[in-house]
């Protein structure tokens, strides 16, 4: 598991200031947004290793994989801006972290942030 990890952290340094996923297939105002700040870029690759633990962590459970769609759609639903993003990112890696940490999803890992409280976000919110 480890010589999986340090091959993906690898990969993800040897791409510098890209987001970690193809921008020329960015459809989304948010995914567009993302390619081109480079801070959101390098958030977005931060994340993808954030991310990476805790699906390890948690061998990719379902509840594990709820979390990430829900937080992907209120990513995608309700943050425009660049501020918005840096927030969500911010959060989103704190939750990636205590979830690796901790090897639990959900509420679990004190993951409030998606359950029935709110999220502060500084942005335009729709």
Known sequence: MLKK???????VSTVASSASFDCAKATSKTE???CATPILSQADDALLIAYTHAK???DNSDGFKALVRKNWKLREKNCDTVKCL???YRQSSE???RIAATREE????NSTYFYNTSAKFKGTLK
């Open 5 to 11: 990890i340090a091959a993906f952290l690898f990969l």
């Open 95 to 97: 939750i990636y972290h």
């Open 32 to 34: 567009k947004l993302i």
């Open 106 to 109: 959900g509420e679990k890992a």
């Open 56 to 58: 390890i962590a948690t």
């Open 86 to 88: 840096q927030d969500w």
